[in-house]
C-alpha cells in the first residue's frame, strides 16, 4: 500500500517530533514509507532539516469556519482540527498512520501491525486499556465531563461505559467512513461552544465511532503505551521499555504523556530500579 506518516508539532515541540522521525529511521523509513508534517509554527531551520529529511510540510488552517475559535484556540491545536482532514492535507495515499509528536517507535512491527489492521477494518486505534493502567473514579468522572462537554447528557451517559480510544497512534485507509464522521461530529461540537476545549477532537472520534458503530480494529495497549496512565517497566539491561506487569512484554510504540521530561525511577522484573528519561534521541543534525 502507498502509506505516509504523519505527526506535527511547533517549534516547542520539534525536539519530541525529532526524536519521533529518528526512531522509525530503521523501520518504516527503510521500508519507504512517506513522511508528512503538520507544520504548526515550526521554526526555518525546522522547516529547512525536514525538507532534507525528506518530509512533506503541510502548515494547515482551521478547517473548520468558526472564526471565533481560531482566535480562542492555541494555534498548535489546529494539528486537532487538521486530524480528521488528513486525505486533504496529504492527497493520494492509500493508508494514513498517524503519531502524536510526544510518541516515538521501539519496535517497527507496530507500524506494521497498524497497516495491517487498518486494511482489514479501514481503521485501527488503540484503547486506553490495560492491567496496569489505573482506572479511579477522576479519571472516570473526567471522561464523562469530556462527553458532557460535547454531546447532551443522555450520549454522555452511555458512551463513558466504552473504553477511551486515544487518537494520538491511528492507521486508517483513505476510504475509511471515521473520516466523514470525525469531520461531522467535529464540526457540530466547535459550533456548540463558544471556548476552546483541548480534547474535543478525541471525543468527536469516540461519538462517531461508537454513534455509528463503524468497525474498527482495537490494537493492544503496547501499541500505544500511555506513560500517564501507567509508567512503563525496563528489561534487567537496561535497554528496553515492557509492560511494567509479568510477563514484562516489550513496547511497541511509547507515548509520552505526562512523561515528556525528566528522569524516571522504573523498575525490571527483578525490581531494580533504573533513573532513565523516556524521550527518543533527536535526529543527527
Known amino acids: 500500500m502507498n502509506t505516509i506518516i504523519i505527526s506535527g508539532a511547533d517549534a516547542a515541540y520539534w525536539p ?3 526524536g519521533l522521525l529518528h526512531s522509525i529511521e530503521q523501520g518504516a523509513r527503510k521500508e519507504g514509507i512517506a513522511v508528512g508534517i503538520l507544520d504548526l509554527g515550526l521554526a526555518p531551520e525546522h522547516r529547512d532539516r525536514l525538507r532534507s529529511y525528506g518530509a512533506i510540510v503541510v502548515e494547515p488552517g482551521w478547517d473548520y469556519p468558526v472564526a471565533h475559535f481560531s482566535k480562542l484556540a492555541p494555534t498548535a491545536f489546529r494539528a486537532m482540527t487538521a486530524r480528521p482532514h488528513l486525505p486533504r492535507h496529504f492527497p493520494g495515499y492509500d493508508m494514513y498512520i498517524w503519531l502524536d509528536a510526544d510518541c516515538w517507535v521501539q ?38 465531563d469530556c462527553y458532557r462537554r460535547c454531546y447532551d447528557d443522555k450520549a454522555a451517559n452511555w458512551l463513558v461505559y466504552y473504553p ?28 456548540r461552544h463558544d471556548e476552546f476545549f483541548f480534547f474535543a477532537e478525541q471525543t468527536a472520534l469516540n461519538g462517531a465511532i461508537r454513534e455509528g ?12 503505551w500511555m506513560c500517564n496512565r501507567a509508567m512503563p517497566g525496563i528489561d534487567p539491561e537496561g535497554n528496553i521499555y515492557v509492560e511494567p506487569e509479568p510477563p514484562y512484554l516489550p513496547l511497541s510504540i511509547i507515548h509520552l504523556a505526562a512523561a515528556k521530561s525528566g528522569v524516571w ?20 543534525m
Open 107 to 144: 519496535d517497527p512491527q507496530a507500524i506494521a501491525l497498524l497497516a495491517a489492521a487498518a486494511s482489514r477494518k479501514k481503521f485501527a486505534i488503540v484503547p486506553e486499556v490495560h492491567r496496569s493502567y489505573f482506572t479511579l473514579a477522576p479519571y472516570v468522572q473526567w471522561l464523562h
Open 16 to 18: 519530541l517530533l525529532s
Open 213 to 224: 458503530e463503524l468497525a474498527t480494529a482495537l490494537l493492544p495497549a503496547h501499541c500505544n
Open 265 to 284: 525511577p522504573l523498575l525490571d522484573q527483578t525490581g531494580k530500579t533504573h533513573m532513565r528519561t523516556l524521550t527518543y534521541p533527536p535526529l543527527p
Open 164 to 191: 477511551l480510544l486515544n487518537c494520538g497512534v491511528f492507521a486508517a485507509t483513505g476510504d475509511a467512513p471515521q473520516w466523514a464522521k470525525w469531520q461531522e461530529h467535529l464540526g457540530r461540537i466547535i459550533k
